[in-house]
């Protein structure tokens, strides 16, 4: 069923003006981008987005990178839109991301991975909500 995925195009891309084509291999893998701004996060708002990662040893490295520069984020829909996004990001580490995918085509390390991507329909809903009123969804 058509359904929402959150995703974040990271300080790396936006850096390198690649928020457009970031954003047209997400729609030429068959999503739609119904919700987007470009922020520039804080640190408590990164720290709480990421605080599940909050005991790993990268954790503040991957907050400082967050805040380092601005992001944009999306609410993107489509078909089984949590695994299609997954499937057009590639691998965490874009060493190991197949060729086409926007890690492997974009990403400059696994901490400068370009983009960001809900892991489930569960935490889906959770992003949108961190960072998106209701009203701010337009499918
Ligand atoms: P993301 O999908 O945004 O979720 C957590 C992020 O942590 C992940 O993308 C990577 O950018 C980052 N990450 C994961 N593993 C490592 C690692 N070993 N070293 C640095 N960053 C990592």
Not at 5 to 24: C, E, H, M, Q
Not at 29 to 34: F, K
Not at 115 to 127: F, P, Q, T, Y
């Amino acid at each position: 069923a058509a359904n929402r995925t959150f995703s974040i195009i990271k300080p790396d891309a936006t850096r390198r003006n690649l928020t457009g084509a970031v954003t047209t291999m997400l729609e030429d893998a068959g999503l739609r981008v119904v919700a987007s701004k470009r922020i520039k996060m804080t640190r408590e708002q990164a720290e709480g987005f990421y605080a599940v990662h909050k005991e790993r040893p990268f954790f503040n490295d991957l907050v400082e990178f967050m805040i380092s520069g601005p992001v944009v984020v999306q609410v993107l829909e489509g078909e089984d839109a949590v695994r299609r996004n997954r499937d057009v990001m590639g691998a965490t580490n874009p060493a190991d991301a197949t060729p086409g995918t926007i890690r492997k085509e974009i990403a400059e390390s696994i901490e400068a991975n370009s983009v960001h991507g809900s892991d489930s329909d569960e935490n889906a809903a959770i992003e949108i909500a961190y960072f998106f009123t209701p009203d701010e969804i337009v499918g």
